[in-house]
């Protein structure tokens, strides 16, 4: 992948004044039931060796025949990223030796792969990125080797031995580990968002492979070493840290990167090289005599268009347009089918979008985050939420107490917002008389303060506010009081 010249971004971060170019190759598995080339089933977790069938071991005698659901997932990805979908691709054998690779080669795509190009754009920090996409190939899963349950000896488990992968390979326009993960998760989002992969990372449903380089700005691109299999987002931003440091002290202290396959290992938080890197001509690729080409007429790539769900992209692009979301919120509002459905559902409810998105992507992903959870274990209802913004807007409650009610809320998802509301007496005052007074008590008592917000500090002006808030015991409405200072201490 690393091979070309590739310009430096000209905001392109540096490390020790190496500029760091990271691509990607994914492997998701794909969600059919079968696997790409038999009836076998692919479920996971079964006794070992018990779901890999003649034809997933080439016995001699067995042909291999195309999965058509593995072929929809990989056309329904192509739609999802803004990819061509090749009218006529081919399957080659990829030739290794391996012990869980009974046949000695993999089936796999090369010079034609099923989806060509595209692109996968997201959000690092308020920052929006564009990783472009190589291709999606579509291939066989290989076995499983077991080390840990057997002493001097390897096992092997043929279970996941044809299981259908789609490899999704990137160009090296990554300049991070923060941007490599970002990258990671947004695809991640979106192979589960369609339902073409279930994004299980610790069953191997969805694994990344990184290809790290350094190199000094405006140079070639440097020799990459490919960290393989990391099946979480904290390992692999770890990983990349690591190997981005260890190539940049190699190359300072003169000595040569080699390319290489390496592994990392969490226990140390390092990289170690498990094996010199094969090019694709280390593989000797050839068209797999037994499967015909594979051909995608555009009226089927129309039908899987048309059962497809809404994309987060589009989504997000109604969020702007119906509820007046900037394109960050929307963005980060449809990180997930259910924060998106949350969010909607809420927003309706009360008519109050900005302040919906605001308290899921601020006070809710906050807890949720503590507890190590997600929305969908979320205790307080979309109803719950809209109803409490609706007692925010309409100056029920201040914030604060809103926060308050949360807390209620959180531990209790029985509790009615306008029940907790008049139980804790978080009611705001709207008496403007009453309010008036302590205003009126405040700016006696504060005369330093008056005098600075009067000289032009107009921070002065919130210490009053606070002092306000502190006299009504937090009931004020701190807009309202702000208000009602500036008009008394206009000159």
């Not at 202290?253 to 290992?265: E, H, K, M, P, S």
Request: hydrophobic share 40%; proline share 5%; aromatic share 6%.
């Amino acid at each position: 992948m690393n091979t070309a010249v590739n310009t430096t971004p000209a905001n392109a971060p540096l490390v020790q004044g190496y500029e760091v170019v990271i691509g990607f190759e994914t492997h998701a598995q794909l969600s059919t039931q079968s696997k790409i080339f038999s009836r076998a089933p692919t479920a996971f977790g079964a006794e070992p060796n018990t779901q890999a069938c003649a034809v997933d071991l080439a016995l001699p005698g067995t042909l291999p025949v195309m999965n058509v659901g593995a072929v929809e997932r990989a056309i329904e990805l192509g739609l999802a990223l803004g990819s061509t979908i090749a009218p006529r691709s081919i399957f080659a054998r990829k030739n290794y030796f391996y012990p869980d690779l009974p046949k000695g080669y993999q089936i796999s795509q090369f010079e034609i792969p099923v989806v060509q190009g595209g692109a996968v754009e997201f959000y690092l920090g308020t920052e929006k990125k564009t990783v472009r996409l190589v291709r999606a190939h579509l291939e066989e899963d290989a076995g499983k080797s077991l080390h840990e349950d057997f002493i001097g000896q390897t096992g092997i488990d043929l279970n996941r031995a044809g299981t259908p992968l789609l490899e999704i390979v990137t160009e090296p326009d990554m300049r991070s580990s923060a941007e490599a993960v970002a990258y990671a998760k947004e695809l991640h989002k979106i192979v589960t968002w369609i339902g073409i992969c279930d994004g299980n990372m610790q069953e191997g449903s969805f694994r990344c492979d990184a290809n790290v380089s350094v190199r000094k700005p405006g140079a070639e691109l440097g020799t990459r070493r490919e960290i393989k299999n990391l099946n979480s987002f904290k390992f692999m931003q770890q990983a990349i840290d690591f190997e981005i440091r260890w190539q940049i002290e190699e190359l300072e202290d003169g000595r040569a990167i080699q390319q290489a396959t390496v592994l990392f290992d969490p226990d140390t938080g390092e990289t170690r090289a498990m094996r010199s890197k094969e090019d694709a001509a280390d593989y000797r690729y050839f068209p797999d005599p037994d499967l015909p080409p594979l051909v995608i007429d555009p009226a089927w790539v129309e039908r899987v268009r048309g059962a497809m769900t809404e994309l987060p992209r589009v989504m997000a692009a109604r969020f702007i347009t119906t509820y007046g979301l900037s394109e960050y919120d929307a963005a980060a509002l449809t990180q997930s089918r259910e924060v998106a459905s949350y969010f909607e559902a809420a927003a309706k409810a009360c008519g109050q979008p900005k302040l919906v998105g605001n308290w899921i992507m601020g006070e809710i992903s906050r807890r949720l985050n503590a507890a190590e959870s997600d929305i969908s274990t979320c205790p307080v209802t979309p109803a719950q939420l809209a109803q409490l913004v609706a007692r925010i807007h309409d100056g029920t409650v201040s914030n604060n107490a809103a926060r308050q009610v949360m807390d209620v809320l959180w531990d209790d998802p029985q509790a009615q917002v306008d029940e907790v509301i008049e139980a804790k007496g978080l009611k705001q005052m709207n008496d403007t008389g009453a309010l008036e007074k302590i205003v009126e008590t405040v700016i006696a008592s504060n005369p330093k303060n008056v005098a600075e917000f009067r000289a032009g500090n107009a921070k002065a002006l919130n210490a009053l506010v606070g002092q306000i808030m502190k006299a009504s015991a937090g009931k004020a409405n701190p807009q309202q009081a702000g208000e009602l200072l500036r008009s008394k201490l206009a000159v």
